[in-house]
């Protein structure tokens, strides 16, 4: 699989014409991460998966799967022995399909080390970064917020030659343990940024994108804009399917907890796979990007959304940081959700291109206020006997909305994005039962310091990094 960058989308989606950029390997788009003519990468064409995915069965193991896929995915790059490797080392955890009953089933994604569904992309991306350095060293840079940056962390802890530094907003850092830190002889170098997890973001972006300074580190990003990270996630879209396909009588459709986009790009990916698939529910709490853009340009579609509101944020030749439909995010109960700049809406615009009618009549956008949310939580509890966190009751509750639709008939996967006891206040508010955190997850609790604090600009991160050799 080759990829090519979005930076000519406004010319595409205006031409129909595909973009000039120069495709590249696998390989040398998660090593550089960022196309250095801007955009992000994307891939140039897929292959069709079904000749292995349609003959597994319920009893097929999530490493047996990603091990089967992922030479074809990355072939040239990764060969069948090499590929297993990757697989066996990431995933020493699986998710759980809970089918709860003909309506709905639950993807729980937390049983990862870090109880978030971040553990799945991350841990494929750090075996893989160590299969193709071979010794080599290298930098891993990403913007963390609570779970990501531990998750990285402990994804990226011992691996050889490989430093992580991690960029935090200005807010509590918990998790990380001292003697991890470069300066102490580990390998992270975490970092408080004066400004917003939109600003971390960002200073990923110019970071990667200062080729000078990149190369001298080999800097690469492990936040979801790295296809290392990105195409992963979807193997639990595959997963899921194989799981189900047996006892499916009507159409599938996927509720995904919505803020970067991530999780419904891989499940928009996991279709151009071959996987059957009627429809996604992009779930988004009041951090609404989707409907921001509606609002603002008045369009009635999805369709309209992606292809009008890309045109109008694409400049220069590269994005605006801060696009049309953007708002200053706002807090709620879900705060995975709480994004102002979805870092892949590129994506979804490059989706757009390729397949329109996929956009307008498979991905359907839906609100849910953290009153929505909590109701969902308290429907799981009672109806099911279940905890929610508040990322998967948003995805629940716009399920059940999709659900009340006259004309529905079929089955929704709810993707269960993070594990219920890091939100044990929500849960007893809900069910009146006390949960405890698993024992592995528990010291995730523990306050942090950074190594430094510095200013939302690229010469203050520099420093920083120079400061740790």
Not at 67 to 96: C, H, I, K, Y
Not at 99 to 118: A, H, M, R
Not at 163 to 188: A, F, H
Request: glycine fraction near 8%; charged fraction near 20%; aromatic fraction near 10%.
């Amino acid at each position: 699989m080759y990829f090519r960058s979005t930076v000519n989308l406004s010319a595409d989606l205006q031409t129909g014409l595909a973009g000039d950029s120069g495709a590249v390997s696998f390989k040398e788009a998660v090593l550089r991460c960022l196309p250095k003519e801007g955009g992000l990468y994307v891939p140039d064409s897929v292959p069709d998966l079904r000749p292995f995915f349609l003959h597994m069965g319920e009893e097929t193991a999530y490493p047996e799967l990603a091990a089967a896929v992922t030479p074809l995915l990355f072939e040239g790059d990764l060969n069948p022995l090499s590929a297993s490797r990757v697989a066996e080392n990431a995933f020493t955890f699986e998710p759980e399909l809970v089918q709860l009953d003909e309506t709905f089933s639950l993807l729980n994604l937390y049983n990862g080390p870090t109880g978030v569904f971040k553990d799945f992309g991350i841990s494929f991306l750090a075996a893989l970064l160590e299969e193709l350095l071979q010794g080599e060293t290298a930098m891993v840079i990403a913007a963390a917020r609570g779970n990501t940056g531990v998750a990285i962390a402990r994804a990226f802890e011992h691996r050889e030659g490989i430093i992580t530094t991690l960029l935090y907003p200005d807010e509590p850092i918990y998790g990380l343990e001292s003697s991890s830190y470069v300066p102490q002889g580990g390998n992270v170098i975490p970092i408080r940024v004066k400004g917003t997890l939109d600003d971390c973001q960002k200073l990923v972006r110019e970071v990667i994108q200062d080729r000078s300074f990149a190369e001298r580190y080999r800097i690469t990003g492990a936040n979801a804009i790295n296809p290392g990270r990105l195409l992963p996630q979807s193997f639990y879209f595959l997963y899921s399917f194989i799981k189900l396909k047996k006892h499916l009588t009507g159409e599938l459709v996927f509720s995904i907890p919505s803020g970067n986009f991530g999780n419904l790009i891989a499940g928009l990916y996991a279709w151009k796979f071959g996987m059957p698939v009627n429809g996604y529910i992009a779930a988004m709490n009041a951090n609404n990007y989707i409907s921001n853009i509606k609002e603002r340009y008045n369009y009635n579609s999805l369709g309209e959304v992606i292809k009008n509101g890309i045109l109008a944020d694409f400049k220069g030749g590269t994005f605006a940081h801060g696009f049309a439909g953007s708002k200053p995010a706002v807090s709620t109960i879900a705060p995975a959700l709480d994004v102002g700049h979805p870092s892949n809406y590129e994506r979804l615009a490059s989706f757009y291109k390729s397949a329109p009618a996929v956009m307008q009549n498979m991905v359907f956008p839906e609100g849910i206020d953290d009153a929505g949310a909590l109701k969902a939580m308290e429907t799981a509890w009672k109806r099911y006997g279940i905890h929610l966190d508040p990322h998967g009751a948003v995805a629940f509750a716009a399920a059940e909305n999709a659900a009340a639709y006259k004309d529905f008939n079929g089955h929704i996967v709810v993707l269960a994005t993070g594990h219920p006891a890091k939100y044990a206040d929500l849960a007893f508010k809900v069910s009146g039962k006390r949960l405890s955190l698993p024992e592995q997850l528990a010291s995730l609790d523990r306050r942090a310091e950074p190594i430094a604090e510095i200013a939302p600009d690229l010469e203050g991160l520099e420093s920083a990094i120079a400061g740790c050799f």
